[in-house]
């Protein structure tokens, strides 16, 4: 209740303004969030879940695209997540795309954006991520959704997520090559024949090339995908991730469609919360049916969670584990207490 209220001023301000006062305004607050773990109080560590040798306390975390730069990590901490998956972070810094470039669609419970990774770069985030452990539980997970930047031709996008491997390896839990977002000129295309089973290859030889050489343990690393592949595209991706050894897959990234919306806009960029729910489940279902109980292949679902019946329909469908992104904007910091509670 007290969060409609708080909407109701929030929605007045446009939103890449609003977000940018909470994210600078927040972290002045740290020493605080400890204290506000009783208003998120409920059983945080039901249902846990490990993937090769990582535990997650549940199975619901703050998808990638919400603290590109890990200012923040600390909250979700204390909100009850099970993790954070920071970024997407590229090597060198970049703006991103001209503003405006993040739109609410209040009508459809929706978001559409075309930011374009902006961010601050690898080693901003390697630095932040290795203070935030310091003061978060032991057992909270934080992820790297690594891309490559606007500049690289994408012959050469593998240099991009090797550097960001290199740089962040240490730092990060776990790691997502992010080819889907519709928002960086052409890195869709690394989800098509033409590069991805070489990106794929290039990029699992790092890792080992990288546990090798500092003797560190081998970490998960996840592909994401986009929402608006053919069944033929689908099943070549999943095909690929398996066969070069991936971990996962997250399902799925914003979508292009603009299908039965409310909301009279024409904006381009990645649509995301309740629009994309029915695409990402089908998506979702249909690697589950490719996976065929496979466990240590998991799934992790994205796409339109608000509540604890979106959460479950995730489950069902087949997700290992589930992460919110849009729903938080409409429902508030309390959304992991709503849906694990």
């Known amino acids: 209740m007290l969060y409609k209220i708080a909407r109701l001023i929030l929605f007045r301000f446009k939103p890449e303004f609003i977000h940018n006062v909470i994210f600078r305004v927040l972290p002045f607050f740290k020493l605080f969030f400890p204290l506000l773990k009783p208003f998120y109080s409920f059983n945080a560590y039901a249902n846990d879940f490990t993937i090769n040798g990582l535990t997650f306390r549940n199975r619901l975390g703050i998808a990638a695209g919400l603290d590109k730069d890990g200012e923040l990590i600390e909250f979700w901490d204390t909100a009850g997540f099970s993790h954070i998956e920071v970024g997407t972070v590229t090597p060198l810094p970049q703006p991103g795309n001209p503003k405006p470039r993040l739109f609410r669609l209040v009508k459809d419970k929706g978001i559409i954006n075309r930011m374009g990774f902006n961010n601050k770069g ?126 996962g897959i997250i399902a799925t990234n914003t979508t292009i469609t603009r299908n039965g919306l409310k909301t009279n806009i024409e904006q381009s960029g990645g649509l995301s919360g309740k629009p994309l729910k029915s695409m990402s489940d089908v998506i979702l279902k249909k690697l589950h049916e490719y996976n065929n109980g496979k466990k240590d292949f998991i799934l992790i679902g994205v796409g339109g969670v608000f509540n604890n019946t979106d959460f479950k329909d995730k489950m069902i469908l087949g997700a290992d584990l589930v992460q919110v992104y849009t729903g938080l904007i409409y429902e508030g910091f309390g959304l992991a207490k709503k849906i694990l509670k």
């Open 122 to 247: 690898a080693e901003h985030l390697r630095k932040k991520i290795v203070k935030a452990k310091k003061r978060v539980r032991k057992d909270f997970v934080i992820g790297v959704n690594i891309g490559k930047n606007k500049q690289t031709p994408l012959e050469n996008a593998f240099e991009d997520y090797a550097k960001c491997l290199d740089t962040l390896y240490e730092a990060g839990d776990y790691f997502v090559i992010n080819i889907s977002s519709p928002n960086t000129e052409g890195l869709r295309e690394l989800q098509g024949e033409k590069f991805l089973k070489n990106l794929l290859f290039e990029i699992i030889m790092k890792r080992n090339e990288i546990v090798k050489a500092k003797s560190l343990p081998e970490k998960n690393i996840f592909l994401k995908i986009a929402p608006d592949l053919t069944d033929d595209e689908l099943k070549s991706v999943y095909e690929g991730a398996v066969y070069y050894g991936l971990n």
